[in-house]
Antibody, heavy 120, light 107 residues
Framework: EVQLVESGGGLVQPGGSLRLSCAASGFTFSSYWMSWVRQAPGKGLEWVANIKQDGSEKYYVDSVKGRFTISRDNAKNSLYLQMNSLRAEDTAVYYC?????????????WGQGTLVTVSS | DIQMTQSPSSLSASVGDRVTITCQASQDISNYLNWYQQKPGKAPKLLIYDASNLETGVPSRFSGSGSGTDFTFTISSLQPEDIATYYCQQYDNLPDTFGQGTRLEIK
């Protein structure tokens, strides 16, 4: 059974940093694109970033470029999102999602999400 | 960025009804479109990929169609467990973008 378990969310002040983690199991992690997708409270879904199987390609939505870094550790079956210079508008539930083998853009499996709140 | 416009934004229907949601892209996206279901407090779930392909394990009452800029998602006979918000998502060009969602309620 595919499982994705996010952690690392919490309350942080504007300008602060947070590192999210996603522990994957039930599939060969190194074979799939992985993504982060977020959802602000009461709002819709927004793709944040994705990363290729070997980490050689990474893509970001414009609003987080230069502030967020996606990474993965295939030996640990883990996905990460380093978030710096956080803003109030980054407040959201952050989901880890598994893509496909050839594309990161079909989100076949999702974690339960971790809430990030940016507030003073 | 490609804008995805869903309609309606909310919908109330009775059990057994046929329900249709539309999604319009701001430019041609071929068939690079997915549909997701999100129940309250839960993560989204993939239902339809590549505009018309049913994901494994998804009931056959769900279907999708369309290509280019206009797409349709249909529930052939609404069930109580279908109460959720439904999102379309394009992946023709990065950034992947989602529609604003359609909230489905039971009458």
């Amino acid at each position: 059974e595919v499982q994705l378990v996010e952690s690392g969310g919490g309350l942080v002040q504007p300008g602060g940093s947070l590192r999210l983690s996603c522990a994957a199991s039930g599939f060969t992690f190194s074979s799939y694109w992985m993504s982060w997708v977020r959802q602000a409270p009461g709002k819709g879904l927004e793709w944040v970033a994705n990363i290729k199987q070997d980490g050689s390609e990474k893509y970001y939505v414009d609003s987080v470029k230069g502030r967020f870094t996606i990474s993965r550790d295939n030996a640990k079956n883990s996905l990460y999102l380093q978030m710096n210079s956080l803003r109030a508008e980054d407040t959201a539930v952050y989901y880890c999602a598994r893509g496909g083998v050839f594309s990161g853009s079909c989100y076949y499996y999702w974690g339960q999400g971790t809430l990030v709140t940016v507030s003073s | 960025d490609i804008q995805m416009t869903q309609s309606p934004s909310s919908l109330s229907a009775s059990v057994g009804d046929r329900v249709t949601i539309t999604c319009q892209a701001s430019q041609d996206i071929s068939n690079y479109l997915n549909w997701y279901q999100q129940k309250p407090g839960k993560a989204p779930k993939l239902l339809i990929y590549d505009a018309s392909n049913l994901e494994t394990g998804v009931p056959s009452r769900f279907s999708g169609s369309g290509s280019g800029t206009d797409f349709t998602f249909t529930i052939s006979s609404l069930q109580p467990e279908d109460i959720a918000t439904y999102y379309c998502q394009q992946y023709d060009n990065l950034p992947d973008t989602f529609g604003q969602g359609t909230r489905l309620e039971i009458k």
